[in-house]
T-cell receptor, first 122, second 105 residues
Framework: QVQLQESGPGLVKSSETVSLNCTVSGGSIGGFYWTWIRQPPGKGLEWIGYIDDRGYTKYNGSLKSRAAISVDTSENHFSLRLNSVTAADTAVYYCARSPTFGVVIEHYFDYWGQGILGAVSS | SYELTQPPSVSVSPGQTARITCSGDKLGDKYVCWYQQKPGRSPVLVMYQDSKRPSGIPARFSGSNSGNTATLTISGTQAVDEADYYC????????FGGGTKLTVL
C-alpha cells in the first residue's frame, strides 16, 4: 500500500521560504507524477504543481513563480519550496500522487498524504 | 482561468439519493473526478474519469458528465457519507470546485 508522509516546519515567518518534504513508501517514485495541493483553513483545495521522476515540473501560475518542486528518486521523496510567503499562504499542504497510463499522466490524485499545516506568522 | 462551480450545500435523508453537481464551460469534454473529505482528514478519491470507482469505494457512488455539468450521485445515502465533496478537472492545471457540504439529516 502506497503511503505519503509530509514533513517540515509548522511555522515560518512572513517573507521567508517554507520547505516541505513528502516521503513515499510502499512504492516507487518512478512512473508517476507527484503533486502538491494546499487547503487554507476552512476553504477549498488549490493545486500547486507537480513533478515527474525525471524532474519535469508544471506549476499553478497563480503562485507567480514562488513555488519550486524537486524530486530525489534515490531517497523516494519529493519536496516543495515556496518563497516570499505571506499570511495568505497559511494552509494545510498535501502531497499526492497522479497515476499514469503508459507515459501519459492521469489528471487525478489517487493517494494523498495526511497533510501538514504550514502557518505563516508576521 | 477555468472555473468549476458546486452548490455550497446539499441535504439528504438517510436512504435517499444525493446528487452533487459540478458546472463548468464544456465540462463534458473533460474528465471529472470527485473527492470526499471528512473533517480533519485528507481527501479521498471516490470517482475518476467521470464514472469510474476506485477500489474500495462502495457501489452506491456513481458519476456522470455531459454538457456543462458533472454529477456525483450517492444512492441509499448513509450517515457515513456526510462530508465535503470536491469535483476536479484538468484545464492546463488541476482545477477544483469550491466544494459541497453533504449533510445527511
Amino acid at each position: 500500500q502506497v503511503q505519503l508522509q509530509e514533513s517540515g516546519p509548522g511555522l515560518v515567518k512572513s517573507s521567508e521560504t517554507v520547505s516541505l518534504n513528502c516521503t513515499v513508501s510502499g512504492g516507487s517514485i518512478g512512473g508517476f507524477y507527484w503533486t502538491w495541493i494546499r487547503q487554507p483553513p476552512g476553504k477549498g483545495l488549490e493545486w500547486i504543481g507537480y513533478i515527474d521522476d525525471r524532474g519535469y515540473t508544471k506549476y499553478n501560475g497563480s503562485l507567480k513563480s514562488r513555488a519550486a518542486i524537486s524530486v530525489d528518486t534515490s531517497e523516494n521523496h519529493f519536496s516543495l519550496r515556496l518563497n516570499s510567503v505571506t499570511a495568505a499562504d497559511t494552509a494545510v499542504y498535501y502531497c499526492a500522487r497522479s497515476p499514469t497510463f503508459g507515459v501519459v499522466i492521469e489528471h487525478y490524485f489517487d493517494y494523498w498524504g495526511q497533510g501538514i499545516l504550514g502557518a505563516v506568522s508576521s | 482561468s477555468y472555473e468549476l462551480t458546486q452548490p455550497p450545500s446539499v441535504s439528504v435523508s438517510p436512504g435517499q439519493t444525493a446528487r452533487i453537481t459540478c458546472s463548468g464551460d464544456k465540462l463534458g469534454d473533460k474528465y471529472v473526478c470527485w473527492y470526499q473529505q471528512k473533517p480533519g482528514r485528507s481527501p479521498v478519491l471516490v470517482m475518476y474519469q467521470d464514472s469510474k470507482r476506485p477500489s474500495g469505494i462502495p457501489a452506491r457512488f456513481s458519476g456522470s458528465n455531459s454538457g456543462n455539468t458533472a454529477t456525483l450521485t450517492i444512492s441509499g445515502t448513509q450517515a457515513v457519507d456526510e462530508a465535503d465533496y470536491y469535483c476536479q478537472a484538468w484545464d492546463r492545471i488541476a482545477v477544483f470546485g469550491g466544494g459541497t457540504k453533504l449533510t445527511v439529516l
